[in-house]
């Protein structure tokens, strides 16, 4: 038997999942813990793939008709406090402004001072303060719909912090808008999630389910909150984005009034949604294999990196010139989804091995070797990062660069097909709770991480016996998909009640 | 005499500089006051105007080598303390989070709990946080230089604040590099200005002296800062954007060592430089006039609007075809800087009038009318927003559409030369003392903001002239002007003692 292969990233994904997501995330260089408890610091590689994410997304909301603003980071108190369950939802992990100054206490030391009136939170979301804002912009229905999105950073307080799944600070795109009718607001939280499903699949690669939560996992505030789910590595759902249909609720809380076409008095809907940098998470656990991260080559920061492999500086100035004129070439082309194809050539004097895993591990699409012999014959070494680091094919020059853009579109659609057979593979039709029970019990206590995926079960519909899942099981009705229907009736898998359909059950991020 | 035409903007300049400012603002709507005290709200075509600065600057600094990321909003105190001079600038005027929860209180209000051990700094600039993540990745010689920049929000406590100009929360860009010698990090420090010169030039059509700050204006623990400084129309400075070369303190305070080519640990030299959304008040200040804000073609959020004039449904939908095969071809154009031509149609059913203003007061740089007989005559009527209001031309379409780039582009260079010719206009050689009291002494002291402009006057480099300047007068060396030296050697204009070159005094925002 051939030795194993030692792959890059220890432990690997069987070995220890969450470890090897850490070392994934380290290896790539795309972020790190800060010396403040809960907040990262995302390192070039990770923001620029942020970048990429946020100008495709952008792109897709503004064409939708959607404008961007910004709003301030930070809200009174009072705010907050105007929405009950809101408040009740976010008061316990926000950090709480008291002082406006730091002076010389009695030890010397600088101690707060200047105590603020009213304590200010740092925005945890912006519902309250955009309401606030809203309220004054809308007299009469004309002024409506109001379809605003913004960029930022919000905070919520995280004492268990995991790279880019979960801080305390975290980077999003928050949407808010104001509307004449219920329908309207309803068809724009569909429309906005149908965005993100779009985004997400096409761009990430990620394949999700899109649904409705349950009332359980609502936005605090929200009168419907609608999502899509996408499946680790691990088998763990994670949610990818979510749009609220908030009802009448902010607005009555904030007073965004308007005078309707019949002259009365009305209160706006508003809907909002949201997605964020825990999208970098999701990729890499979708995506990244024992040898490191895999970039979708759509949003990938680079699609293809060259090294010159070269002995001496005779060889050297001879092959950068090769490199130089393929980078060249690349340069010129477009990615099949628009816009110019990203090239790296990186010509630092280091050990060729070690410089093409580094590249390996930062997940480029396609690493492109070229020494003396390549140059001889007018050809590449290729290696495609969707296959193992040792699957390397010898290409003429010109086929090469002529192929580049099918081939990153293959490497996309490969991409999200075998994280979408991946899926399919782990969701499973349960009846009987037995077996339900067995799926969700770890089959190896000492890893609980590995359980079964999604069990794609009845629900009679009642909070009761999702809540015994979540104590016993720790697993949640993920969403309850829109076309749930398809599945066909059934019994709850729990208490044997009547279902319309099928609902998925995880354990999630 | 002819009836003076009425203004779209009052109160003028002339009437009421400040409150004009805020006018403009408004009637462009850019942005507004929030109810977070010194907190504002970015309106969507502010946020626009923020964003091609933001693209525009960031391909700039990318393409000079540095790096996008993204470091922590929180800052813990101990770590401000490590500077001395710099906390000591900062401290007065800083947002401090001091709890992570809201609790109900004893009257059942919410009151702040969970006390942190150490309090949290909101930002106020982050060279203390990232000096301590430099320490943490910097061993070696091989590990510099670090070139980085990260766009952001940050909070300097701000009492009387400006809509864009001074605010509690402000958006800007902080570059932060690390370097091997104090000539590398002194290098950057003038190539960062460069660019700043470079793009606030060429971009938002600002001319700018370039130099170095005096001691007493310099960031509080740089060695040295370098700005460039613009006049605004009431002939105050403003300072639109600095770069600094810090030495090696920050390095010494963060501990940010390295291991030298020859083996000794040696400190890293740092830099660091910023240009915030104040560039937005400079733009209104200096090129918005008595009918509203003018947008620098080449960052604004659109290049021409078409606005169909019709009555009834008959000519309706015959000038709405028209208009949108022009906005169709005009759509299929580059500017003269690349990217393509935005233009908007404004189809809304409204008085012709009305809709024409509104786009005046938001100054989008061509405004284009078409109605049934411009229809007839395949033609269009233009007005450029560089000209009066109701100066407007008709023109064939076709030679409209040939000519916008170079329109464009003439009104981008006469923006510049229009502000350059009022600066110019605006500074004075003055060698007297008498002279130099009266050029800031207001003409008329019900309006203070009424003065001279910029003394270009001689100064022996002793702070002790500069402060009584400022003490008697409220004006400020802006900077020591880089080419200083060719306006020849003199006396200061307070004590008479020897001075190598003039430098412009100024009221300052």
């Known amino acids: 038997m051939a030795k194993a292969r030692q792959n890059a990233i220890s432990p690997t994904r069987a070995e220890d999942y969450a470890e090897w997501y850490q070392q994934v995330i380290k290896a ?17 590689w990770g923001y620029s793939f942020w970048e990429n994410i946020q100008r ?37 992990e926000c950090a709480v402004v008291t002082h406006h100054r730091l002076e ?16 200010l939170i740092v925005r945890p979301t912006s519902e309250t303060m955009i309401g606030a804002i809203y309220a004054k912009w809308v007299q009469s229905y004309r002024d409506l719909p109001i379809l605003l999105n913004q960029w930022c950073n919000v905070v919520r307080w995280e004492l268990r912090p995991r790279l880019f799944l979960r801080t305390s600070e975290f980077l999003w795109q928050e949407g808010h808008t104001a509307h004449e009718t219920s329908e309207e607001a309803r068809a724009e939280t569909r429309k906005v999630l149908e965005i993100y499903r779009g985004f997400v699949e096409d761009c990430l690669a990620l394949p999700v389910v899109v649904g409705v939560k349950t009332a359980a996992q609502r936005f ?15 088998r763990k759902a994670l949610q990818a984005g979510t749009s609220h249909y908030m009802g009448q609720n902010f607005a009555k809380a904030s007073g965004i009034v308007y005078q309707s076409r019949e002259g009365r008095e009305e209160h706006a809907w508003t809907t909002s949604w949201g997605a964020s940098a825990r999208l970098i998470g999701a990729a890499v656990m979708t995506h ?8 979708p080559p759509r949003l990938a920061p680079a699609h293809a990196v060259i090294l010159p492999i ?22 010129r082309l477009e990615t099949p989804w628009g816009g110019k194809i990203e090239v790296m050539l990186d010509s630092r004097d280091m050990n060729a091995g070690e410089k093409g895993w580094e590249w390996v591990k930062k997940g480029v699409p396609i690493r492109v070797e070229a020494g003396p012999r390549d140059l001889e014959k007018n050809a590449v070494f290729v290696a495609r990062r969707d296959r193992g680091p040792r699957d390397k ?27 979408k057979a991946f899926r399919d593979a782990n969701c499973r039709d349960i009846d009987d709770l037995g077996e339900f029970k067995a799926f969700f019990t770890p089959a190896r206590p000492e890893k609980p991480e590995i359980h079964g995926g999604f069990a794609l079960s009845h629900w009679c519909g009642d909070p009761a ?23 066909g009736p059934g019994k709850c898998v729990v208490c044997g009640g009547g279902s319309e359909g099928r609902v998925p059950f995880a354990k999630a991020y």
């Open 28 to 44: 790539a260089d795309m972020g790190e813990s800060s010396p403040v408890r809960g907040c990262m610091v995302i390192k070039p």
């Open 56 to 92: 495709s997304l952008d792109e897709r909301l503004k064409a939708s008709g959607h404008a961007n603003a910004y709003f301030p980071l930070f809200i009174p108190k009072s705010f907050l406090e105007k929405e009950a369950e809101h408040v009740e939802g976010f008061a316990k």
């Open 104 to 119: 010389p206490g009695p030890d010397g030391s600088l101690v707060p001072a200047g105590e603020l009136e009213e304590p």
């Open 220 to 234: 605090p505030g929200a009168v419907e909150t609608m999502c899509i789910e996408a499946m680790m590595q691990d």
């Open 288 to 295: 990244a294999d024992d040898d490191g991260m895999v970039m």
């Open 310 to 331: 070269f002995r001496g500086p005779d060889e050297r100035r001879a092959v950068l010139d090769y490199a130089e004129g393929v980078a060249a070439a690349v340069r």
């Open 393 to 419: 094919y010898s290409q003429g020059r010109d086929d090469f660069i002529a192929s580049l853009p099918a081939v990153l579109r293959d490497i996309q659609d490969g991409l999200f097909a075998r994280a």
């Open 465 to 487: 016996c999702e809540t015994r899942v979540a104590e016993e099981l720790a697993a949640t009705i993920r969403c309850v998909p829109l076309d749930r229907e398809k599945s």
